[in-house]
């Protein structure tokens, strides 16, 4: 049995940082992070495969200030959030999958998923 676990979340200032983290049980061969904010739909947010040299990639919303990485040997993902925005704010879920991602995929590609953590973003 999979299991997922977020954790990180918070509340910021605008320009602020947060650092959110997702635990699995067992291995996957690509996690991603998602996120749905307060009248929108769910959005991936970030993917990456898992392994050395993995492949990432990044919604146009967050690149070049969100980061997302792995420790593989601990079974952990992350996503380092710089630059925050108020439309930043969602809660935030980590998924994962048992077959390689070439992009961010949609959310029904991803069995697995976290209960979520809350992010929020005050102007």
């Known amino acids: 049995l999979m299991q997922l676990v977020e954790s990180g979340g918070g509340s910021v200032q605008a320009g602020g940082s947060l650092r959110l983290s997702c635990a699995a049980s067992?291995?996957?061969?690509?996690m991603a992070w998602f996120r749905q904010g307060p009248g929108k739909q769910r959005e991936a947010v970030a993917s990456i495969n898992i392994g050395r040299g993995g492949s990432t990639y990044y919604d146009d919303a967050v690149k070049g200030r969100f980061t997302i990485s792995q420790d593989n040997a601990e079974r952990r993902m992350y996503l380092q959030m710089n630059g925050l925005k108020p439309d930043d704010t969602a809660m935030y879920y980590c998924a994962a999958r048992r077959r390689i991602c070439s992009g961010l995929h949609d959310a029904d590609s991803y069995p697995y998923w976290g209960q979520g953590t809350q992010v929020t973003v005050s102007s």
């Open positions: 067992e291995y996957s061969y690509c």
